[in-house]
């Protein structure tokens, strides 16, 4: 069965380092996708990145990138020049053939 | 806009209670899941379908059951509540195995 594993509980970060966030994965799938998730305060889930399992690229999403090591089956969220808005619950999350799994997540704190 | 909206954002409930949680998506989605979520835990899924009428079972599925009788709508039914299912539970959508779109969820204490 897929898992996915996200080994950092929380993390605090001073404003405007970048920060990398753990998530590694474990399949025999040929073709899936990963994703990360931001979650705030507020409690919605909002879609931060993408990447497929055959994309040649890491995905970037402006601030966002996404470190993809397929044979390490490791996708890292990093976070360029972190802001006070980063500060949020992270969720990795794996999906193939329409099943989607979340890993447990990531507390980020910011630090002015 | 796209939009996933949750019957209600607040519920309490009492032990053995019949409990109904409704989902509507309005972008002809054919994916729709159901989530529970608890501090340390994630996300877990209890039951997930792929189409009207079909529906899998995810990785906590015991105690709840689920309907799919049109496309836009999927329902969460707690059988007989009890107190371990006091829980966040987040509905979501999607087209194929692309991104999901989460509804704002329902916090649901069962007393």
């Known amino acids: 069965a897929q898992k996915i594993t996200q080994t950092q509980p929380g993390m605090f970060v001073q404003e405007k380092e970048a920060v990398t966030l753990d998530c590694t994965y474990d399949t025999s799938d040929p073709s899936y996708g990963l994703f990360w998730y931001k979650q705030p305060s507020s409690g919605e889930m909002i879609f931060l990145i993408y990447q497929g399992s055959y994309d040649q690229q890491n995905a970037t999403e402006g601030r966002y990138s996404l470190n993809f090591q397929k044979a390490r089956k490791s996708a890292n969220l990093v976070i360029s020049a972190s802001q006070l808005g980063d500060s949020a619950m992270y969720f990795c999350?794996?999906?193939?053939?329409?099943?989607?799994?979340f890993g447990s997540g990531t507390r980020l704190s910011i630090r002015p | 806009d796209v939009k996933v909206t949750q019957s209600s954002r607040y519920l309490v409930k009492r032990t053995g209670e019949k409990v109904f949680l409704e989902c509507v998506q309005d972008m002809d989605h054919e994916n729709m899941f159901w989530y529970r979520q608890d501090p340390g835990l994630g996300l877990r899924l209890i039951y997930f379908s792929y189409d009207v009428k079909m529906k899998e079972k995810g990785d906590i599925p015991e105690g709840y059951s689920v309907s799919r009788e049109k496309k836009e709508r999927f329902s969460l039914i707690l059988e007989s509540a009890s107190t371990n299912q006091t829980s966040m539970y987040l509905c979501?959508?999607?087209?194929?195995?692309?991104?999901?779109?989460f509804g704002p969820g329902t916090r649901l204490t069962v007393t």
């Open positions: 979501a959508s999607t087209y194929g195995s692309y991104e999901q779109y």
């Open positions: 999350a794996y999906s193939s053939a329409s099943k989607i799994i």
